[in-house]
């Protein structure tokens, strides 16, 4: 009995090992029947607490400065104002060749003489031209125009680059995981620290084939088809009397009817340039271009739920370019054909000048990762390893983005705008065929052919399998057919 009490007693070695406030060399536990012992001691445990505690929250600080650096572009720093023109003077040349010829013919404008339209006729006297309007949507009066081109051609370029900018600025690649924000330390930085030079080099060579390309399209539209506007017939005044007309009961007349033609010739030749809008082209172009660049960047429809703000933020730009054009109905510069076809141009537009400069469109893997020029870089590899490399491209936090890739950890498996693409978390697998050897995502799609991405024990390889046909299944198995 004595050896069990013997064991069951406490002894002050097991007592200082246990508790954590007591040390070796530090002063001995002060009897219960000392008051003032026991407070010195208690008073020599708070302030090793403290001490302790402000160490550790320092070491903490120190570690957690030296490894949030932020993320860093994969592309490397800003090119050299010589290196970025070697790259891109081709495209400079093509813009003021393209310029020229769209100013040329815009000053040019020839009148189309070939145009015939209807005016009036009397019904009482059969088809004979008289007082009575066949086409009242061409009679309208002329106003000036409550939003005129070149203010609309402001937004359309303006808006897309300052929202690029300051997506760039306040949102790529400046939080680490714990949302401190941080500076993106190394090299690729830009504004300031902020940013992706290659994203705002990229955004605003976007915006410039978009809108650049739909004005040019449209003037030539215009020339050769044109069409009349709402009040082309207020500004032609035509003068029809004794004046024999065409076509089928003399109800046709070619320009030469209008008032004081030959002195007019400018403002009748604009009247007859209804098709399609440029307004519409250049709103939509640029407008629509931004809400895909905040799609991509917002990562709005992705992989998480996002804000009802981001919606209404992706929204706004569109409804920008609504109101834009819905002006014109208003002080009836066009007819409503002619704005949803330059609408409809204005959206392709858009979609062209985005996928040219990014990896994808609506794929909300990679469509914020700008594609590189530099030959030395070669093409975007859609890999999962470039992939998390790009994760901080973002400028969101939300989802596991907008940070650096060694925080980066999420699932490539969604179907996208992606052609097959072999890459597994664990294995090798595809896209297609979801993640591999992750054991979360499972498919049953295969990537077959002699290119494409794949693994093969644990190597990655960019474009074909060593030898034979790859294949890169869902489940995390690579198997290669020799």
Known sequence: MSNLLGRLRPSHDSTATDN?????????????????????????????????SRRDLEAAEEEEEEEYEGWVDPYGPAPTVLQWFKWYWHDLLAFIILGA???????????????????????????????????????H?????????????????????????????????????????????????????????????????GVIYSVMTGATL???????????????????DPQIEGVEGQGYGGLYFDVTV?????????????AMQSFPSGHSIAAWAGLFYVSLYYNAHLKIFANYHPSFLKLLLFVAPMLAATLIVGSLTLDMSHN?????????????MAILGYRMCFASVWDWRCNHIPLPRNREIGGFGYGLREMEMWSGGAATRNGGWGVAER?????????GDLAGVGAGLGGGGGLNGG?????????????????????????TYMHAPPAGTGVGAGDGSAVYNR
Request: hydrophobic share 35%; proline share 7%.
């Open 435 to 459: 993640n591999g050897g992750n054991g979360r995502h499972h498919g049953h799609g295969h990537v077959h052919g002699h290119s494409g991405r794949g693994h093969r024990g644990g190597e």
């Open 141 to 205: 009066p002329k106003q000036s125009q409550i939003m005129p081109i070149v203010p609309d051609a402001m937004i359309a370029i303006f808006v897309p680059f300052i929202s690029i900018w300051l997506i760039n600025f306040f949102g790529i690649g400046t939080h680490g995981p714990t949302g401190r924000r941080l500076k993106t330390r190394g090299h690729g930085t830009f504004l300031l620290g902020r940013g992706s030079f290659w994203n705002v080099n990229n955004g605003c060579w």
């Open 20 to 52: 954590p406030t007591t040390f070796s060399g530090a002063t001995p536990r002060a009897s219960t029947n000392d008051p003032s012992g026991l407070d010195q001691t208690t008073s020599n445990t708070t302030v090793v607490r403290e001490k302790r």
């Open 336 to 348: 409503w054909y002619d704005i949803a076809a330059g609408s409809a141009i204005g959206v392709v």
């Open 218 to 236: 449209q003037i030539i539209i215009k020339l050769v088809i044109g069409g009349l506007r709402p009040h082309f017939l207020t500004v032609c």
């Open 407 to 415: 925080y980066s950890h999420r699932s490539w498996g969604a179907p």
């Open 101 to 139: 010829i769209a100013l040329w013919l815009l000053m040019w404008s020839p009148v189309p003489y070939r145009k015939l339209f209807a005016v009036s006729y009397n019904p009482e006297s059969g088809l004979t031209p008289s007082s009575t309007i066949i086409y009242p949507s061409f009679a």
């Open 258 to 270: 209008c008032r004081d033609f030959e002195n007019r010739k400018d403002l009748i030749a604009n």
